[in-house]
């Protein structure tokens, strides 16, 4: 079993900068990982992936203001969001899924967001 507990959401004013880290409790070094993000009576919907190569991807954003980044040694993706607008208030998720073999998906609890005017 993976755990996965994110952390560094908050408050931020708009245009302000967070960085969310998503800490697993095990090696997921096979595993490729997602930001995901849920605002209320909305869909979640995915942010940014990074591959088990480290290779990122943002499928629904071409603003460029987020990046994500993993550091397989110590068990942990970040997702670097600058230039934030209210439109990004959600809480966001991070997911692990293995790349190989039966599938295995693990959810973090999330970390509240807020941008603020």
């Known amino acids: 079993q993976v755990q996965l507990v994110e952390s560094g959401g908050g408050l931020v004013q708009s245009g302000g900068s967070l960085r969310l880290s998503c800490a697993a409790s095990?090696?997921?070094?096979?595993?490729?990982v997602g930001w995901y993000r849920q605002a209320p009576g909305k869909q979640r919907d995915v942010v940014a992936t990074?591959?088990?190569?480290?290779?990122?991807a943002y499928p629904n954003s071409g603003e460029g203001r987020f990046t994500v980044s993993r550091d397989n040694a110590k068990n942990m993706v970040f997702l670097q969001m600058n230039s934030l607008k209210p439109e990004d208030t959600a809480v966001y998720y991070c997911k692990a899924e293995r790349i190989w073999g039966p599938r295995l998906v693990y959810w973090g609890q999330g970390t509240q967001v807020t941008v603020s005017s």
């Open positions: 990074i591959t088990s190569g480290g290779s990122p």
């Open positions: 095990g090696s997921i070094r096979d595993f490729s």
